[in-house]
């Protein structure tokens, strides 16, 4: 949840160098290895984390967990903390007696969870009754630096055209409550009930931003500023751009190809913004419209261009996508590796095409089994999510 975002200090910030920063928050649901079911210890497995030397953060629900990553001047870099977090994480959770899933909503349990005993849970728990209860859904967030709020949100303005297709990409939630839901990102569905959430709007300035946030806290919609959960946002606190539109991610190679498009996007639009050019004003209506597109079809269906309306294939939209970033991964180093990952991708599918092959195979506990162990890198992270029996 954002909450956790915008209270850690452990995101992007915009360094003197020609590439951005980039930092990632994850978060995780606790399962129990017996009933495999939703664990509801996540205070005391943050406790634990603390003295393993993990600052974990607790999430909306008392099954959830938020890693953050330090600042990063490199990918490589942050996949090292990357692995080293989620196996204290892990760890943590197995001293409490249960186990890590990064899953974007649980495979299985209850229709509602316990709130986590926090004020500021409990208070959303009493505005939003059924909805908050509900809400036990896993992201992956990604922060990368930039100058300042108003450079932001320009950022924003360019980058909001490619939302949908990350979104297609990271798609990892199709199996919920053990039903096959025939959505990629069941997640993004149950995101969009929330009153600011999904695509943003195109903001003129700065100002327009804050003055659209301020409106929606004076309503009474958002409890603060921290509640505006739009799928990409000005960081409330740090001088950043946070992309929040992608389920959090099987393996730590998963995660690691998200950030490294999405640092090539922030940075292609940053250099967009410093030649004056205008980002495309595509409607709200084209990105919803295009968003739901995605989250029902993941990365190996449909897709709809949200400037055109065109009806393509996602592989098409990634592959326009890295077209966009090229000059952005070739100055890194990274268009080799990133485009090689991504074209596997659009072959074998996400981690949503690799929850419905393993469960017409298996049982869903079995499914819930290896979904834990792919969690959670051993040696190197050498998972791709390519085969249903892994």
Partial sequence: MGAATCSTGSTAGRYESTTPTVGVEEEFI?????????????????????????????????????TNSPVCQSIDELRTHLIDMRRLAAKAAELNGCRLLAVGAPLSGPSRFEISDSPRYRQMGEHFGALAAEQSICGCHIHVGVADQVEAVQVCNHVRIWLPALLALSANSRIHQGV???????????????????PPPYFETAGDFETAVAKMVDCGVMLDKRMAYWDIRPSCHLPTVEIRVCDVQPTVDDTVLLAALVRALVATALRAVERGVVAPRTSLENLRLATWVSAKEGVLGASIDPVTTQRISAAEQLHRLLIHV???????????????????KCVTGGGSDWQQRTLRQVCLRKLIARAVE???????????GSTPDQ
């Avoid at 606790?30 to 600052?55: I, R």
């Avoid at 096959?180 to 959430?197: E, G, K, M, N, Y």
């Avoid at 792919?374 to 791709?384: A, C, Q, S």
């Fill in 30 to 66: 606790l399962v129990d290895p017996t009933s495999w079911l939703p664990s509801t210890d996540n205070a005391a497995v943050a406790e634990t984390a603390s003295t393993l030397g993990l600052d974990l953060q607790l999430e909306l629900s008392r099954c959830q967990v938020e």
């Fill in 180 to 198: 096959d839901t025939d959505f990629a990102s069941w997640r993004a569905i149950q995101w969009s009930r929330w009153p600011v959430a999904g």
């Fill in 326 to 344: 090229r000059d952005s991964l070739d100055e890194t180093g990274e268009y080799t590796s990133v485009e090689s990952a991504l074209r596997d």
């Fill in 374 to 384: 792919r969690t959670v890198p051993t040696g190197t992270d050498t998972h791709d």
